[in-house]
């Protein structure tokens, strides 16, 4: 296997966006017969590597070999046609379609070249036996829509082998999938390199790679670091080189804050599919960081603990007292704050004003008898809070959608910090935001923390975890795993509780 | 330094131009069109700029103007209402019931306007608390369900010869001014406080823009959103008091296809399909812009057909302005990232 020639071959490659480098001169291979793991912290690069492998992007510079020769790909059409074939955390089988509908979708078999009638027997023949090829029994007259997760994947790697792919991309395909459904999908995986099959398999599980992968890359800020066999490297040396060492000096040393009585405590809060049993207390004047990987139930519990999501069971209680809350506006009530993970579609209002999206949540308080729009409080409200937290921007009735990341995040936080809340949560409050406005926010949270508001932050960034937070929780599959007091807090232990090691 | 300060100002000017010229062609757009129509009508026919005409105009547009300013509401809000042509028909059928069955005016006027409302408010209801899917559906259901009763109550005929006092509010005029035109004004006026000075109307406007971000915000949603449609269906029965004041008579058929017309004339006030967008005297503007253009064929001696062609292409031409300026807006913002 070591020396026959790599299948696809990625040279040199080059992606930036708008200034920001995404990889830089990075080299990846896939030989036949092989199943090359790929791992990274979010944000490494993962995706815009395979993006440009799958002709979604194109490299800025560096090149593509496939068996050897050199290709260009231009759309994902060309990199179908070579046999390249994704599949996508979003599955993206179409639900009201039958099974062998969804396999063939694109290119149905026809008997002519220019009009054939749909050939239905053929179809679904054709869809049992790559099913049956795979060791499942599907019967593909079947709705898509009516399988589970782990059936549609399946459907999509038939639609891959439908289409005579060599090289298969499977992105974190386990995330969704149940122990037993995992190991099934280990199984067809082998299958399909014993058949010779090129297979790159994104993963943030460390115990997967020891299960099914030949050889394993690490990105880490678009850079490749590691490229070893499996069996010359350890958990270890891998968690090492995803998270690496830098960044430091953002942070400032940290003055002791007094943390005080309870204030939000949650008990067994459950949503089933969502997350499990979820216990916790945040103090006053503490940060509490939760910590674990995309998907692993953190915004759906904090959007839940603020009243925009559902929970079955499980008890909120504020400063002690049982509390009911049913909508973001009970929640407000109750002295909490939300910042969302998505300022454009949970956030802002993108084309109304500055001043529109900083006196959302405010305006009922400042009007005159509690519905008359009191314009000169707001107008007063605004800028005091626009200079308060160094917005810039060109004036307060400019759209926010012109403004930065950072300025749009700190309309956002202004929006709160008006309603002097007692409990923040904040979901990924420093997502796509440049360096300084990162440094003014940590500043404002540690300001929030000094004078007793109670913070939840939310956060996939280490780094920020480590450094702001008094305590840290990990989720993993929707459960907490683990907690870590500040002093023990290490990259490698928050990263092995959220990969699923046992704390 | 004098060279930065001017750099930036031309920059501070480059990042101003468009949002300030798009908000304003958005603005006076609508209302510069009426006025060439107006302008050409006037040189084309010695008939269109006498007191006498433009009353007519504006007496013409007041149930159109009415069931617009709920569409326009409910349009703020991302939303449709297609069921407020047949709610003014009702409305229209049952004031005359009422009235027939000896009721006086007043009371009739308060009852017709009360289930309006509440009709309005069933669509609201249906659409928040069954969680359908858009308000394409419950108020299209209610457009089938409000026209079926009217022509039930009614047997299909219209109910003729109303008391005076109640034909005033349609027939009537005070000062010279047609009621209808009065009633508009005041009823504009006070919409336009409403949703600019209080604190529901900003509510509604940040529904539209970005629902999201308003529930998240501790917007109530969906009490909002039920409230503009109760409001949409008042207006509707508002309308059905004038019309059928005019008319004298409860018309079961009255309003077939009216909410269309609304819904036009929101679309060529300005307000826009996305959501979040639009104002009072927009619509107003976009209610006269069709009332304009009927009597003005009409003057020209130009057949009926024709109108409802032009209308059409109206529409068309109106809601791809919009179009043009999102994407202007889009591009502007992709640039600047």
Request: aromatic share 6%.
């Amino acid at each position: 296997m070591s020396s026959s020639e790599a299948l696809l071959r990625l040279e040199g490659i080059t992606k930036t966006f708008g200034g920001i480098v995404a990889l830089e001169d990075v080299d990846f291979e896939v030989k036949a017969g092989e199943v090359h793991a790929l791992i990274g912290e979010n944000g490494a690069g993962k995706s815009t590597l395979m993006k440009i492998a799958t002709g979604v992007h194109s490299a800025d510079r560096g090149r593509l070999l496939w068996k050897g020769r050199p290709v260009k790909l231009q759309t994902p059409r060309d990199a179908h046609r070579l046999g390249i074939r994704m599949v996508h955390q979003e599955l993206m089988l179409i639900p009201q379609l039958s099974i062998g509908e969804n396999i063939f979708l694109g290119r149905p078999p026809s008997r002519r070249a220019v009009f054939s009638w749909v050939q239905w027997n053929e179809i679904y023949e054709r869809a049992r036996r790559l099913l049956q090829g795979l060791g499942h029994d599907l019967d593909p007259r079947r709705p898509a829509g009516e399988l589970s997760v782990a059936e549609q994947q399946l459907v999509e790697i038939a639609r891959a082998l439908a289409f005579e792919a060599e090289l298969l991309i499977l992105d974190e395909p386990t995330s969704p999938l149940s122990e037993p459904e995992a190991e099934r999908l280990f199984q067809t995986i082998a299958q399909l390199r014993a058949r010779g099959m090129g297979v790159i398999y994104i993963t943030h599980r460390m115990p997967e790679i020891y299960r099914i992968a030949d050889r394993v890359t690490v990105l880490r800020d678009g850079r490749r670091v590691l490229t070893k066999s499996i069996s010359e490297t350890s958990a270890e040396e891998l968690v090492r080189a995803m998270v690496g060492r830098e960044l430091t000096e953002y942070f400032p040393e940290r003055e002791p804050r007094a943390i005080g009585e309870p204030r939000l405590r949650v008990e067994g809060l459950t949503a089933p599919g969502r997350f499990y049993d979820i216990t916790f207390t945040v103090h006053h004047g503490e940060i509490v960081g939760l910590a674990g990987l995309v998907g692993a139930g953190r915004t759906e519990l904090v959007e839940a603990l603020f009243g925009a999501r559902e929970y079955t069971s499980g008890k909120i209680f504020i400063e002690g007292r049982p509390v009911t809350i049913r909508t973001p506006a009970d929640a407000i009530r109750h002295g909490m704050a939300l910042v969302t993970d998505d300022r454009k579609a949970k956030g802002l209002i993108p084309m109304a004003s500055v001043q529109v999206n900083l006196i959302l949540p405010v305006q009922a308080r400042v009007a005159h008898l509690g519905f008359l729009v009191n314009t000169r409080a707001e107008r007063h409200l605004t800028e005091r809070l626009l200079s308060e937290l160094r917005v810039k921007t060109p004036s307060a009735h400019h759209p926010v959608m012109f403004l930065s990341g950072g300025n749009q995040q700190k309309v956002i936080l202004a929006r709160w910090l008006a309603m002097h809340p007692r409990i923040f949560l904040m979901d990924e409050p420093t997502r796509g935001i440049d360096v300084g406005a990162k440094m003014e926010i940590y500043e404002l949270i540690r300001r929030l923390a000094a004078q007793g508001t109670a913070i939840l932050l939310v956060s996939s960034e280490l780094e920020e975890l480590r450094h702001l937070a008094d305590r840290i929780l990990v989720m993993h599959r929707g459960r907490i795993v683990g907690e870590l007091q500040r002093e023990e807090a290490t990259d490698d232990r928050i990263l092995y509780l959220a990969t699923g090691g046992e704390g | 330094m004098n060279r930065e300060t001017s750099s930036a100002m031309a920059d501070i000017g480059r990042i101003l131009r468009p949002d300030l010229v798009l908000p304003l062609l958005r603005r006076f757009g609508p209302l510069l069109a009426l006025l060439l129509m107006s302008g050409a009508l006037t040189i084309l026919s010695p008939h269109f700029l006498t007191f006498e005409n433009v009353l007519n105009v504006f007496r013409q547009s007041a149930v159109n103007a009415l069931l617009a300013l709920g569409q326009l509401l409910v349009i703020i809000t991302a939303g449709i209402d297609l069921s407020v042509g047949s709610i003014l028909g009702l409305c229209c059928v049952l004031a005359a019931l009422l009235l027939k069955a000896g009721m006086p005016a007043s009371a009739a006027i308060a009852a017709t306007l009360a289930i309006g409302t509440a009709l309005g408010m069933t669509n609201g209801l249906l659409f928040t608390k069954l969680r359908l899917p858009h308000p394409f559906i419950p108020t299209l259901g209610m457009m089938n369900v409000a026209r079926g009763l009217a022509l039930v109550l009614s047997g299909g005929f219209p109910i003729s010869e109303l008391p005076e006092d109640f034909r005033f509010w349609g027939a009537g005029a005070l000062g010279g001014i047609p009621m209808p035109v009065i009633i508009v004004l005041i009823v504009y006026a006070l919409f336009h406080l409403f949703l600019t000075r209080t604190t529901i109307g900003r509510d509604i406007y940040a529904i539209g823009g970005n629902k999201q971000a308003a529930l998240l915000s501790g917007i109530p949603v969906d009490r909002r959103l039920i409230t503009v449609y109760a409001l949409s269906g008042g207006l509707a029965a508002l309308g059905a008091i004038i019309l059928a004041g005019r008319m004298n008579s409860g018309f079961p058929l009255a309003g077939v296809g009216a909410e269309l017309d609304a819904i036009a004339a929101v679309i060529i006030g300005g307000a826009s399909f996305f959501g979040g967008v639009g104002t009072v005297w927009g619509t107003l503007v976009g209610a006269l812009i069709m009332g304009v253009l009927r009597n003005g064929l009409n003057l020209l001696d130009v057949s009926a057909y024709w109108q409802t062609t032009v209308i059409g292409v109206v529409i068309v031409i109106a809601v791809w302005v919009d179009v043009l300026r999102q994407r202007a807006l889009e591009r502007r913002r992709v640039f600047r990232k």
